[in-house]
């Protein structure tokens, strides 16, 4: 299927990769305008569900398998389940395009397209999605960081099917109080909970790891918001932050995610940019 977008000469060219709660708002502002980028295409699992999304923006996208995105835009974003990152990422990468990745937890077990993108002149762009100070743990972290500890607390609706949950057998549904699922590093965690630690996998690449940070998860009938509390101690700074973010219509996924990303496309082409 063709689309019409609206291609000037020397903008960027985007391309999305899975129109979920993530995706269609990405979508939405890059029809609205933002400077120096245009949406030239979108990979979709079932092009009949999102027709009328399409159809209805200014300058509809083409829509393309999500491995051929990176062949045609200058910047792929993600925003796919996770064990799609390869097939949307590698093809981008390998021509020295540039990927965002919102699915991070899947790129641990696929780190070697970092490699790629550094061989080729690509580039893997990490948001600080649906987390907080990411700035101050990469300012840190060119000095040394000590320990860093995240506490997540979610609503049950947003853990269920979790694959830890699943496989321990842990009944969720009839929760009264907080119950810790689990307690060990952002990598143990990305793989018992790949929908609902992306944070933490961020947090650990801006700071010491994937094996040094620690993260709790909580199945919390007490909340309504995804809860995520950091403590960080460095050799420059202390800090704590927190965050409580609105789920989406994906009770998994907080708003403030696509909206992060959208800042971080308005940054590729801005004059004044502010935060690191
Ligand atoms: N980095 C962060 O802070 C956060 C990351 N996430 C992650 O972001 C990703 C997207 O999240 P949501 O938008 O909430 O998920 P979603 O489930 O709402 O959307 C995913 C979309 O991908 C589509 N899709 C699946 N297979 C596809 C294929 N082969 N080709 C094209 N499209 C395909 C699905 O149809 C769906 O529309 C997830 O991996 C999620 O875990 C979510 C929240 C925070
Ligand atoms: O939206 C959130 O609060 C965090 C989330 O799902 C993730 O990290 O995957």
Known sequence: MTGTTSAKPGELQVAIAGLGSIGTKIATALDQGIDGLTLSAVAVRDPAKHQDFIGGLRHPPKILPIDQLGEVADLVVECAPSHQLRAIVEPAVKRGKAAVVVSVGGLLDNFDLVDLARANG????????????????????????????MVTRKPVDGLKGAPFIVQNNIDIDNLREPLKLFEGSAREAAKGFPA?????????????????????????????????????????????????????????TGLITALSVIALLKKQRATLCVGT
């Open 196 to 252: 609902n630690v992306n944070v933490a996998v961020a947090l650990s690449l801006a700071g010491i790891g994937p094996d040094r940070t620690q993260i709790q998860v909580w199945a919390d009938p007490t909340v309504t918001r995804n809860v995520h509390r950091i403590e960080v101690e460095a050799d420059s700074a202390r800090f704590s932050m927190g965050i409580e973010n609105i789920p989406s219509e994906n009770p998994k």
């Open 122 to 149: 690509g580039r893997i762009l990490v948001p600080t999605g649906a987390l907080i100070g990411l700035d101050a743990v990469n300012a840190a972290s060119i000095g040394t960081i000590h320990s860093v500890r």
